[in-house]
């Protein structure tokens, strides 16, 4: 006969109503004020990134736009940060004599330009976001003229510009897709800072501004592209110029890995140092374009409901890191597995943007409740009087929708009320795409197709105290935001 599991046995034993394989009991204490260490939030750390070529597409032809920002202002009360770069930034020449905002052409829609123009106009409609933007201008030509040219015509319209990039992941400019001519001769981290250092105090100069230029801007990992490599090859007149310290970031990997939380944790360690830099020299660091999987996202795994859960952890997780901003990134309209509106459909990820954005409005500092080696998070954000303010509570085990959805028991300790209520972050699995019908909830509600307007009732689950603890049950693949106010 068949020698029983182990598993058998204790089912024997036990009976059937024991504990699933894979469920575990997680136990967070929340501190009452701030712990050691607790990281400052920016009034909206959930930014987005529009690719420099689509950002006129996406603010004049897609419906969602407008209000999926407008969500973001009604949760903080001021409009999500954009950035406006990308690839494209360095195949872009201002044109003072342009009236259309861009100019190129593409065999196919599809396909992002190999060289465009752009009019003052294009700064225009960026004046219009009641929003800040920061810019991202083209160092790749080595045309510095062009671009001061355009810097100031964005200065002096736009009166939401926060920051100018000079070049987009300049890393790649010795490669055989990018613009070459200031990589000409030999291109290294340390010729790219000293042409860095160069741009910046002349086009800070022209602009006569300090504090107007969003540095670095690498895509490639820290240490040998980043904050802690350029700020020391930077003398003190560009770091007058420099408002903050920009690098970009795409995980990649399959859905699995991605949303793992102590994937995510591992990921982000590498900036630890280049915040570190950053800060050390009185200035702020972001991401300024990260989103799932580069060049435009993967199909399997960037419009899922597991790259929502990615989107959401890793948010948290970065402001936990001080990273102050993180702009997701959104590319050509109709070809963007990654990003969270279309022109006729919703991606999973806007929900995990949302939830995050939800979890830290209004609040002043945020911690990590777990030490990020498991699959369980949590985190506590505070109010500006140091009070526990929500918890975001996280199981990142994968389940990709067929056999047992096993939940696993979070139980927080020190609350002060009687009570708690919560919204749940959930989908039928992590593979569940919004944009093929199988549509994530947020507390019970969704963001419709085209107009991206919130509909359903929203519905809070409410959980008693009992001696201080609460115990939540979250199934693999979900998230609970816990309001302790
Ligand atoms: C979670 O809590 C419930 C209710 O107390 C209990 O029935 C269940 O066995 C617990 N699950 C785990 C994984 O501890
Ligand atoms: C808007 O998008 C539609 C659909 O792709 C396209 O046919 C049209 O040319 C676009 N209009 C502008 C002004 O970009
Ligand atoms: C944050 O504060 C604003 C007012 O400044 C308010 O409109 C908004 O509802 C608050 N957000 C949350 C999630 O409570
Ligand atoms: C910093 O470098 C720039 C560009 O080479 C130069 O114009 C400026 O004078 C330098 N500033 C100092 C303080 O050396
Ligand atoms: C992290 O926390 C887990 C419990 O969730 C514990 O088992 C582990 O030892 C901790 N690791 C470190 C490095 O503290
Ligand atoms: C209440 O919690 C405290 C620790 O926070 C513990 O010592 C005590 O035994 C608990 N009481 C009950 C009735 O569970």
Redesign the pocket.
């Known amino acids: 006969m068949r020698i029983p599991t182990r598993r058998a046995l204790w089912i024997l034993l036990l009976g059937p109503a024991t504990i699933p394989a894979g469920a575990a009991s997680i136990s967070y204490t929340v501190p009452g004020t701030p712990p050691a260490g607790s990281s400052s939030l920016d009034v909206a750390p959930v930014g987005v990134s529009f690719e420099f070529f689509a950002f006129p597409s996406y603010f004049t032809n897609v419906t969602a736009t407008k209000q999926c920002l407008s969500n973001f202002r009604s949760l903080t009360g001021v409009w999500p940060p954009i950035r406006i770069g990308g690839t494209t930034q360095d195949r872009a020449q201002h044109d003072a004599s342009a009236s259309a905002m861009v100019v190129y052409t593409v065999a196919d829609p599809k396909d992002a330009p190999a060289k465009l123009t752009f009019g003052s106009s294009f700064f225009k409609l960026a004046a219009t976001y009641a929003g800040t933007v920061v810019i991202g201008l083209n160092r790749g030509y080595n045309n510095i003229a062009n671009t001061i040219a355009a810097a100031k015509v964005a200065q002096k319209s736009m009166s939401n510009l926060r920051a100018i990039e000079l070049g987009n992941e300049p890393e790649y400019y010795a490669g055989a897709n990018q613009p070459i001519a200031v990589a000409a001769g030999s291109w290294t981290p340390g010729v790219d800072a000293k042409s860095q ?2 741009w910046i ?2 086009v800070g100069q022209a602009l006569g501004s300090p504090a107007i230029i969003q540095a670095g801007n690498s895509n490639t990992d820290p240490p040998t592209w980043g904050a802690a490599e350029l700020i020391p090859n930077l ?4 770091r007058s110029y420099v408002y903050d310290y920009s690098h970009h970031n795409y995980p990649g990997g399959t859905v699995t890995s991605l949303m793992s939380h102590s994937g995510i944790v591992n990921n982000m360690k590498k900036f630890k140092a280049d915040v570190a830099a950053a800060m050390a020299v009185g200035k702020e660091y972001v991401l300024g374009e990260t989103n799932s999987v580069s060049g435009g996202g993967a199909a399997g795994v960037s419009p899922t409901f597991g790259a929502a859960l990615w989107t959401m952890d890793y948010v948290l997780h970065a402001s936990v890191l001080n990273i102050r901003r993180t702009y997701f990134h959104h590319g050509t309209v109709g070809l963007c597995y990654y990003c969270w509106w279309g022109r006729y459909s919703m991606g999973a990820p806007y929900y995990g943007a949302y939830a995050a954005q939800e979890a830290m409005a209004n609040g002043s500092y945020i911690a990590q409740l777990d030490n990020g080696s498991s699959a369980y998070a949590g985190y506590v954000i505070y109010d500006s009087a140091s009070k526990p303010l929500r918890v975001m509570l996280y199981n990142s085990e994968y389940y990709a929708g067929s056999g047992t959805r096993v939940a696993s028991n979070f139980t927080l300790s020190g609350i002060k009320s009687s009570s708690v209520k919560a919204k749940r972050l959930t989908a039928a699995s992590a593979l569940s795409r919004a944009d093929n019908g199988a549509v994530p909830t947020w507390g019970g509600q969704q963001f419709a197709d085209v107009t991206c307007s919130i509909a359903g009732t929203e519905t809070f689950e409410t959980t008693t105290v009992t001696n201080g603890s609460v115990t939540f049950s979250i199934a693999a693949s979900e998230a609970l935001l816990v309001y302790l106010q």
């Open positions: 250092n160069s105090a002349a003398n003190s007149t560009s």
